[in-house]
């Protein structure tokens, strides 16, 4: 197998690599979504057996782009893709910690006294959720429109947040014997919003793998 074949193979085995630990990241942000929704008690075990796992691809695909960057010598555009992986397996892995800890703020209010929850904490979660599949699939596709509309939601999400936070602050003024469920649920809608500004970060990482412009600060300047 000659070095320019090798190389190939080494790039395709590190994206399905990254599309593998996207995947299991969304599918622990869903879990993470439904447990803060509805609290479970079994909620933070589930999502710790996944973070072991995101723990796992996230240091498999950090050797692998490190070594093909010390022993293949790539080109220009290939650097950029093997630079933005290890941003993006960071971002990622990064993901999986805040699912964690939502899953773990759902426990703790599963175990003690239900509240109520924000009238706009779905409609945050679930664009939380487009978010993320959004500047997953924009990276793999190259699709860089997509991007674009994943950093356009930030202001959507922000708005969303802020809604959730005065929603909660006014109930634990009328409940303060619950205010430590509330805070871990405020902590809880804080983890979405960063999950929603990591979205945006990959978006940003799949320009410039695919463009070569880097636009962060500078969302005006994408072409």
């Known amino acids: 197998m000659n070095n320019i074949r090798h190389f190939e ?20 942000l869903s879990a993470a979504v439904d447990a803060i929704l509805i609290p479970r008690v079994d909620a933070r075990e589930e999502a710790r057996v996944l973070e072991e796992r995101l723990d796992s691809m996230d240091t498999a695909i950090e050797e692998r782009a490190h070594r093909i ?45 239900p509240v109520e929850n924000p009238k ?11 978010m993320i599949h959004g500047c997953l699939e924009a990276f793999v596709s190259s699709n860089t429109e997509l991007a674009k509309t994943v950093i356009t939601q930030e202001d959507h999400s922000d708005d969303l947040t802020k809604l959730c936070y005065e929603s909660i602050q006014a109930s634990m003024a009328r409940t303060p014997e619950k205010i430590r469920e509330y805070t871990h649920l405020l902590r809880a809608v804080a983890h979405l919003e960063h999950i929603g500004d990591i979205a945006v970060a990959i978006a940003e990482e799949s320009v410039y793998v695919h463009k070569g412009q880097v636009i962060r600060h500078h969302h005006e300047d994408l072409r």
């Open 120 to 130: 706009h904490l779905e409609e945050l979660a679930r664009l939380v959720k487009e």
């Open 69 to 113: 960057m010390a022993l293949q010598h790539p080109m220009i555009s290939d650097l950029r893709l093997l630079i933005s992986a290890l941003h993006i397996c960071s971002d990622l892995e990064q993901i999986g910690d805040l699912c964690e800890s939502i899953a773990k703020r759902a426990t703790w209010i599963a175990k003690h006294s």
């Open 9 to 28: 193979i080494e790039i395709a085995e590190l994206k399905r690599s990254l599309v593998g630990m996207g995947n299991l990241v969304e599918q622990s």
